[in-house]
């Protein structure tokens, strides 16, 4: 991500490099936009990979990954009190999961910058972040209690809906065994690329804190309007987040590894129940021409792997 | 207005070495000059901030074998919070207004993420949750991840403060990010915001900053993910990620104030031309036409206005340190103390260019005149405005041009040179009104 021009080649990517890598998504772009884009999920494709194997058939596959809660955060603005009403937040709780005030110091601004981690847990009441999230996306109220640095004690509550900042931060989203192996994967994930995170858009931040050779993850952010907490939901378990991409199908030659992989070794994943329904809203925010893919130039000057 | 020229279009002429790249100082110099542009005269200006940032977070990922959890952990004596831990490693948030325990007032959050990217070795203390507590040291090359995570960085030009209303506390003792000195009535100005460099000021409504616009961050490679907190019409900014690895500490580090530690970050966004919307803005935007509020430091409400041009036309973007004129203040060099970077050595009679930001607090905090803006006398001041018949100090600068200009040659050069290419996810800024 960070090649510095020493590193490089002298002559930089070449210019059929760029143009698959930024031409390319725009020119699906276009397709989006005139509505003859041709968009299949990774279970439609595995259904049918015949009748996709001539070029040009199929311009996206959706598909959606599913995964374990831990390794993500939220940060909200949270209102507390009139401005001006304490100078600084000592300690903040929501719903008793304790929260971290800043980094910025707001000060006097009554709202309190809050980082929340979804491993945090309330005590020992079994309630942690994560149900605070699901408490959240899923529209209900949720009580603060903040500790001024003057010694004050500030009591409120507050929706989802009436927060002017609440974005999630998934800094550690594990994707199937076997994907980092996949050319597809590795070329469209990259820091920038559009995704729908628990149904809201975001984009790809860049390799999680976990991405090892043989088990790929993810860092990811969207904000948190407009997730869609049905797909969060876990029943008997902790909340999970899906993360659900596009990817643009260059050549037909793309597509046997993925379905190869798709059927032999990611199954699980990618089939569940979350997965499917993400990965077929995607399709359908896309062909309302509601998503688009980014449009992104080689990083580090580097083409994509092809 | 739709745009009429796409970023993979401006990619390709990158790629073939076509592209018109100019940087913002040079963009600006020639609307001055009286050069129209037209769309398709230039296709991609480079601008910058670096400035006090105080959202700012970084995640470093620890390898750890301690065998039970790791309760609580402190880096270089920085409390730092536990985002997750197993398999070996722990994952910490560092704030960038974090202070160590160790080093009340002398070090935090900034002054650990110039400690990494410069190659220092750095203490690693971790309390498990069977009450031992633990210790080692680690670098920079040992963590598999370490990136920063900003939440609001990069704002839109911002308000110059001072005492306005002659409050005791301001004169004596300001316990405020904005003051490095007692703030006299009316005779001392703090200001912030690289004016017509800045990249918001040249697309406040994110007309092309968007949500995956790929980004330097202190010289590494990194991504807009969104609006920062409180951004608003009115005030836009920006939360963004890079990566530590291929950071310049020259670019970044912790920056003491009279209100605990801060730190700094130097931010470089390409600016690609998509259509006359764009162009017109950036010519507009100059020194000479972005006004500044000013206001008083309390009530932060404004009560009168100057512009960018009163700040940076013909100032000293570097201080000199002239030994001769040291008077060896009983060896409590209030320039060497107050300097919220730690760049002075009075012993030495040298400023530490490397860390020097050139916010001028030491002109205004050396009584024998030793610290001047280059080029300039002596005169207890990095600079001034004129108000009406009132001239106003300017003592305190929280952003640095130098720094600024030498950001934007350099997305500049890594444009020309094929090495950065743009980036977009088409997504908006979401901003308040």
Redesign the interface.
């Given at each position: 991500?960070?090649?510095?021009?020493s590193e490089?080649s002298p002559?930089?990517?070449?210019?059929l490099?760029?143009?698959a890598s930024?031409?390319g998504?725009?020119a699906i772009n276009r397709r989006i936009d005139d509505g003859s884009v041709t968009v299949l999920t990774i279970e439609e494709l595995c259904r049918s990979p015949h009748d996709v194997s001539r070029p040009g058939t199929v311009d996206l596959v959706t598909l959606a990954f599913p995964a374990g809660i831990?390794?993500s955060?939220a940060?909200l603005?949270v209102p507390v009190a009139g401005r001006g009403v304490f100078t600084r937040a000592e300690e903040i709780f929501l719903n008793r999961v304790r929260g971290?005030p800043?980094?910025?110091?707001?000060?006097r601004?009554g709202?309190v910058?809050t980082?929340i981690?979804a491993?945090e847990p309330a005590g020992d009441t079994g309630y942690d972040g994560s149900a605070l999230f699901l408490d959240l996306i899923g529209g209900r109220r949720v009580k603060v209690e903040c500790h001024s640095v003057e010694e004050t004690v500030h009591h409120n509550e507050f929706d989802l809906a009436s927060l002017?900042?609440a974005?999630f931060?998934v800094?550690?989203a594990q994707l199937p065994d076997g994907a980092d192996e996949l050319v597809i994967l590795r070329r469209s994930l990259v820091?920038?690329?559009?995704i729908a995170l628990n149904g809201s858009?975001?984009?790809v931040?860049?390799?999680?804190?976990?991405?090892?050779p043989g088990a790929m993850c993810l860092?990811l952010?969207a904000?948190m309007h407009g997730m869609d907490a049905t797909l969060m939901e876990n029943p008997g378990g902790r909340p999970r987040h899906v993360a659900a991409c596009a990817l643009p199908i260059r050549e037909p030659t793309d597509l046997d590894p993925l379905i190869d992989w798709a059927r032999s070794r990611a199954t699980q994943s990618l089939f569940s129940s979350p997965a499917s329904k993400a990965a077929m809203q995607l399709k359908q925010m896309i062909r309302q021409n509601s998503f688009?893919l980014?449009?992104?130039?080689?990083?580090?000057?580097k083409a994509a792997e092809s | 207005m739709p745009a009429q020229r796409?970023?993979?279009?401006i990619?390709?002429r990158?790629?073939?070495g076509e592209a018109v790249v100019m940087t913002a100082m040079e963009f600006k110099q020639e609307v001055r000059n009286g050069r129209r542009f037209r769309l398709g005269d230039v296709d991609v200006v480079t601008t910058a901030t670096r400035a006090v940032m105080?959202?700012?977070?970084a995640?470093l990922?620890i390898p750890l074998h301690s065998g039970d959890p790791a309760r609580r952990i402190w880096i270089n004596g920085l409390p730092c919070?536990?985002?997750?831990q197993g398999?070996g490693?722990v994952?910490v948030?560092v704030?960038?207004?974090?202070e160590s325990r160790d080093f009340p007032n002398g070090y935090g959050?900034g002054h650990l993420l110039r400690d990494l990217v410069s190659g220092k070795t750095v203490d690693v203390e971790w309390e498990s949750t069977d009450g031992r507590t633990q210790y080692r040291t680690t670098s920079l090359n040992q963590l598999?991840?370490a990136?920063i995570?900003s939440?609001?960085n990069a704002y839109r030009n911002y308000s110059a403060f001072t005492n306005a209303h002659n409050r005791r506390s301001y004169r004596e003792h300001p316990n405020?990010?904005f003051a490095n000195r007692a703030l006299p009535w009316m005779k001392a100005l703090t200001v912030s915001g690289s004016g017509e460099l800045n990249p918001l000021e040249n697309d406040p409504e994110g007309r092309v900053i968007h949500?995956?616009?790929?980004v330097l961050v202190n010289k590494?490679?990194?991504?807009v993910?969104?609006?920062g907190?409180?951004?608003s019409h009115h005030g836009p900014n920006l939360?963004l990620?890079?990566?530590l690895?291929?950071?310049d500490p020259e670019f970044m580090g912790g920056f003491k104030t009279r209100?605990?530690m801060e730190?700094t970050n130097s931010v470089a966004i390409p600016i690609p031309v998509l259509d006359e919307g764009v162009l017109q803005r950036l010519s507009e935007v100059l020194d000479e036409n972005v006004e500044m509020d000013i206001a008083d430091l309390a009530d932060r409400i404004p009560f009168t206005q100057a512009t960018y041009a009163d700040v940076w036309d013909g100032a000293a973007l570097w201080v000199d340190f002239d030994g001769d004129r040291c008077i060896v203040c009983s060896f409590q060099c209030p320039a060497e103390h107050f300097c919220p970077m730690g760049a002075i050595s009075w012993r030495e009679k040298r400023i530490d260019q490397a860390l020097c930001v050139a916010c001028g607090a030491c002109t205004a905090n050396c009584p024998g005149g030793a610290f001047s803006g280059r080029g300039h006398e002596p005169r207890g001041r990095i600079g001034e405005l004129e108000l009406g018949d009132r001239t106003m100090p300017i003592t305190y600068r929280l952003s640095n041009r130098r720094r600024v200009i030498e950001l934007a040659v350099y997305l500049k050069?890594?444009l020309t040179?094929?090495?950065?290419?743009?980036?977009?996810?088409?997504?908006p800024l979401?901003l308040?009104p």
């Amino acid at each position: 991500m960070t090649a510095t021009p020493s590193e490089l080649s002298p002559t930089g990517p070449s210019w059929l490099d760029v143009r698959a890598s930024a031409a390319g998504n725009a020119a699906i772009n276009r397709r989006i936009d005139d509505g003859s884009v041709t968009v299949l999920t990774i279970e439609e494709l595995c259904r049918s990979p015949h009748d996709v194997s001539r070029p040009g058939t199929v311009d996206l596959v959706t598909l959606a990954f599913p995964a374990g809660i831990s390794g993500s955060a939220a940060m909200l603005v949270v209102p507390v009190a009139g401005r001006g009403v304490f100078t600084r937040a000592e300690e903040i709780f929501l719903n008793r999961v304790r929260g971290h005030p800043g980094p910025a110091p707001n000060e006097r601004l009554g709202v309190v910058d809050t980082l929340i981690f979804a491993d945090e847990p309330a005590g020992d009441t079994g309630y942690d972040g994560s149900a605070l999230f699901l408490d959240l996306i899923g529209g209900r109220r949720v009580k603060v209690e903040c500790h001024s640095v003057e010694e004050t004690v500030h009591h409120n509550e507050f929706d989802l809906a009436s927060l002017e900042f609440a974005r999630f931060y998934v800094y550690n989203a594990q994707l199937p065994d076997g994907a980092d192996e996949l050319v597809i994967l590795r070329r469209s994930l990259v820091p920038g690329m559009r995704i729908a995170l628990n149904g809201s858009q975001g984009i790809v931040v860049g390799p999680g804190t976990r991405d090892r050779p043989g088990a790929m993850c993810l860092s990811l952010a969207a904000d948190m309007h407009g997730m869609d907490a049905t797909l969060m939901e876990n029943p008997g378990g902790r909340p999970r987040h899906v993360a659900a991409c596009a990817l643009p199908i260059r050549e037909p030659t793309d597509l046997d590894p993925l379905i190869d992989w798709a059927r032999s070794r990611a199954t699980q994943s990618l089939f569940s129940s979350p997965a499917s329904k993400a990965a077929m809203q995607l399709k359908q925010m896309i062909r309302q021409n509601s998503f688009r893919l980014s449009e992104t130039g080689p990083i580090g000057g580097k083409a994509a792997e092809s | 207005m739709p745009a009429q020229r796409s970023i993979a279009e401006i990619n390709e002429r990158l790629a073939r070495g076509e592209a018109v790249v100019m940087t913002a100082m040079e963009f600006k110099q020639e609307v001055r000059n009286g050069r129209r542009f037209r769309l398709g005269d230039v296709d991609v200006v480079t601008t910058a901030t670096r400035a006090v940032m105080s959202g700012t977070s970084a995640i470093l990922g620890i390898p750890l074998h301690s065998g039970d959890p790791a309760r609580r952990i402190w880096i270089n004596g920085l409390p730092c919070l536990v985002a997750e831990q197993g398999n070996g490693q722990v994952d910490v948030v560092v704030q960038g207004t974090a202070e160590s325990r160790d080093f009340p007032n002398g070090y935090g959050g900034g002054h650990l993420l110039r400690d990494l990217v410069s190659g220092k070795t750095v203490d690693v203390e971790w309390e498990s949750t069977d009450g031992r507590t633990q210790y080692r040291t680690t670098s920079l090359n040992q963590l598999p991840f370490a990136r920063i995570y900003s939440f609001r960085n990069a704002y839109r030009n911002y308000s110059a403060f001072t005492n306005a209303h002659n409050r005791r506390s301001y004169r004596e003792h300001p316990n405020t990010i904005f003051a490095n000195r007692a703030l006299p009535w009316m005779k001392a100005l703090t200001v912030s915001g690289s004016g017509e460099l800045n990249p918001l000021e040249n697309d406040p409504e994110g007309r092309v900053i968007h949500p995956g616009t790929r980004v330097l961050v202190n010289k590494a490679e990194g991504v807009v993910i969104g609006s920062g907190t409180r951004a608003s019409h009115h005030g836009p900014n920006l939360s963004l990620a890079a990566d530590l690895h291929g950071m310049d500490p020259e670019f970044m580090g912790g920056f003491k104030t009279r209100h605990g530690m801060e730190i700094t970050n130097s931010v470089a966004i390409p600016i690609p031309v998509l259509d006359e919307g764009v162009l017109q803005r950036l010519s507009e935007v100059l020194d000479e036409n972005v006004e500044m509020d000013i206001a008083d430091l309390a009530d932060r409400i404004p009560f009168t206005q100057a512009t960018y041009a009163d700040v940076w036309d013909g100032a000293a973007l570097w201080v000199d340190f002239d030994g001769d004129r040291c008077i060896v203040c009983s060896f409590q060099c209030p320039a060497e103390h107050f300097c919220p970077m730690g760049a002075i050595s009075w012993r030495e009679k040298r400023i530490d260019q490397a860390l020097c930001v050139a916010c001028g607090a030491c002109t205004a905090n050396c009584p024998g005149g030793a610290f001047s803006g280059r080029g300039h006398e002596p005169r207890g001041r990095i600079g001034e405005l004129e108000l009406g018949d009132r001239t106003m100090p300017i003592t305190y600068r929280l952003s640095n041009r130098r720094r600024v200009i030498e950001l934007a040659v350099y997305l500049k050069e890594r444009l020309t040179e094929r090495s950065f290419f743009l980036a977009d996810a088409g997504l908006p800024l979401r901003l308040t009104p």
